[in-house]
């Protein structure tokens, strides 16, 4: 094949703009260690991307609802605990002057620390997290118990979050199982009914109170355990997002990351081929010819 | 002394060759880096010597070397190039209008639209993760509205283009037309109008990158040229190629090709050259994007509307829809926004009145992302966006592979014909030496036979 001049520039031309287009792209790469950039550095790899970011967007926010309602859930389970400590505190007293050897002042004193233990339980089951009463079902901006009358006007509704991906989960227990005869035990009445037997002196109305506290006792133990469990649940799936999460973010590393080795090999490749294109041209393109020798 | 003249004769035509063999390597070594030059070559044969024994040199002309079946794989090489190269400047832009894999794409929107439901769901009443919604809601539809903007940009900016292109298609075009007839006219002595015709080829070459142009010869040496297989130029005469706005394209401009009176459309045709690159990314790829964005945007809003109307906001009403009802699938992502006056209290979070823990109608929004809702029934919307700009990606992977095709394709045919029709150097100043040679050879000739007719004169 015939060699001409101008050949020669348009070869050296092409492999110069190669050796640039490689650099600048190995140095692209290397500067914002990402691998994908835009879509068409590999497609596939872009719209796996996408699925995963959307994916670790939503495990983000599920795993602060699930912190919310862990709060939520923990408040609940210290208002129950406060609440079950104070009707261990009545039963105690009805056992105690339900013996006939309490006299009537007696009893008429246990019946105000009965009233006290009373409106103690109707404050905690009126508890409120961030604003919103937490055993009212979903009628969250009011509260279960009147303040003053201390009757239920609330709601037994189950409150439920998006705790992870397609997957909504219940996040509350209500006062209403708790505390109201929808759980069992109206608790309320039978406080009541024991401090009325008390300030009334009615023994056998304080023995009978005696008992329904055991059962709205264990109707508070219950509404605390399905808080544990509801808790433990969401605790559980909190970890099981976190270790997804974990796996995600190696997901997407592994898509649009660029690897620092291969990478900084390849722009001193890149390099070294620039120069070695630069040597060449600039040798054949500058020296080489009878021009100079004639 | 008759023998002696002959001999006079032959030894001026010697000179006379080497002198024009050096202006022949002189005008080639002065053209070597002139755009479109082909290298001359002096043709020359020994002069029949009837009646005596040497006749000399004659000059025959100077040839041009050149190859018409390269020239012409070169200029399709060009077309293709043209188109590859437009294309792919073009799709960069489309890419990066419409398939954006970071913050502020469509993609990144929609997950987060999704993510605010799924935090309202844990905190259905409280405000600020419901104005949280209703922002997110609005950066869904900035989202698809950019992108579908960006779309018409690059489609309105290729349009633009036409013209400027056009202009100079018909310059060129007028200008091959009267170099066939200055050629014809030249030539008609029989001698080859070189320089003109290393003009008309560049000019050919020039059509065919811009618009793809074809070009037949006939045996007088006239080119006619053909762009989207209708005649532009033939022998002395040019058609021109015009924009016209059609309505049937939205607006945008239609190419005819104008023929005095008669006016045809080569708007499909025109599938090669920069034009072609052009109308394939504003006719085909564009609105191809575009429709698949209408099409998400719509299904998107129309879902999410549906769902919503079925929930109540926090003043117990319902019925209400996020985003404003889109019209039609197209231009649904142009037209995505929120419904006008919806205010962060009238998220319907709940699916009861009056219920402010309620969140069931937010769970239900949430989980609108995990149904297959979009593509027709085959994708989830998150699934339409990476299907959508994956497809994107590999379009424009392709399109840039192409472009490097094309570009090594046309550089290896470029190479091919510098090899057969360019200058090297080195040959020219082999020639050089050569006549120079042939030249001081010639005039030892003269000095010969003035000698010896110096001896004849003093008998």
Known sequence: ?294 | MGGLLDALIVGRSAVDAARAGIEITGHNIANASTLGFHRRRLQQSAVEPPPVLGGGVRIDGGTRVADNLLARRVAAAMADQGRADTRETLLLQVEQASASVGEGGIGNAISAFFSSLSALSAAPADPTVRSQVLASAAQLADAFRSASEGLDTVADGADHDLVPALAEVNQKAARVAELNASILSNEAGGQEASDLRDERDLLVGDLARIAGAQTITDGSGQLTVLVGGLTLVQGDHAATLEAAPDAALGGRSRIDLVEGAMRLDLTGRLQSGEIGGRLQVRDQVVPAVQAQLDQLAYDLATRVNTQHRAGFGLDGIGGRDLFAPPAAVPGAAAALQLQSGITAREVAAASAAGLPGNSENAIALNQLSEGQYAGGGTATFDGQVAAIVGGVGTIVAAGEREASLRQDELGYLQSLRESKEGVSLDEEMTQLVAYQRSYQAGVRVLQAVDAMMQEILRL
């Not at chain 1, 599920?62 to 408040?75: C, H, K, N, P, V």
């Not at chain 1, 304080?206 to 605390?224: D, M, S």
């Open chain 1, 1 to 294: 094949m015939r060699v001409t001049d101008g050949m020669t520039r348009l070869q050296s031309a092409r492999d110069l703009a190669l050796a640039q287009r490689r650099l600048a792209s190995s140095q692209r790469q290397a500067s914002s260690g990402l691998r994908l950039q835009v879509a068409s550095d590999d497609p596939a790899a872009a719209a796996r991307l996408l699925q995963t970011d959307a994916q670790r967007a939503a495990l983000a926010v599920d795993r602060t609802s699930i912190g919310r309602s862990l709060g939520e859930l923990a408040a609940a389970d210290a208002a129950l605990a406060g609440i079950g400590d104070s009707l261990a505190r009545a039963h105690e007293i009805s056992l105690a002057m339900a013996n006939g050897t309490m006299t009537s002042s007696e009893r008429a004193s246990a019946a105000v620390e009965v009233e006290d233990l009373r409106q103690h339980i109707l404050g905690l089951a009126n508890t409120q997290v961030a604003g919103i009463y937490i055993f009212n079902g979903q009628r969250t901006d009011a509260a279960p118990f009147d303040p003053t009358t201390g009757a239920f006007v609330g709601d037994g509704g189950v409150r439920r979050i998006v705790a992870a991906p397609g997957q909504a989960v219940e996040v509350n227990v209500t006062a209403a199982e708790a505390l109201t005869a929808s759980g069992g035990r109206d608790v309320m009445a039978d406080l009541t009914a024991l401090s009325t037997a008390l300030a009334s002196n009615d023994v056998a109305g304080v023995r009978a109170a005696a008992g329904t506290l055991t059962l709205g006792q264990q109707q508070v133990v219950e509404a605390r355990a399905s808080a544990g469990m509801l808790s433990a649940r969401l605790t559980s799936l909190d970890s099981t997002l976190g270790d997804q999460g974990l796996q995600l973010d190696a997901e997407r590393s592994r898509l649009a990351d660029a690897d620092p080795v291969s990478t900084l090999s390849e722009m001193a490749l890149a390099q070294h081929a620039l120069q070695a294109a630069l040597q060449a041209s600039a040798s054949i393109l500058g020296k080489l010819s009878l021009v100079d020798k004639l």
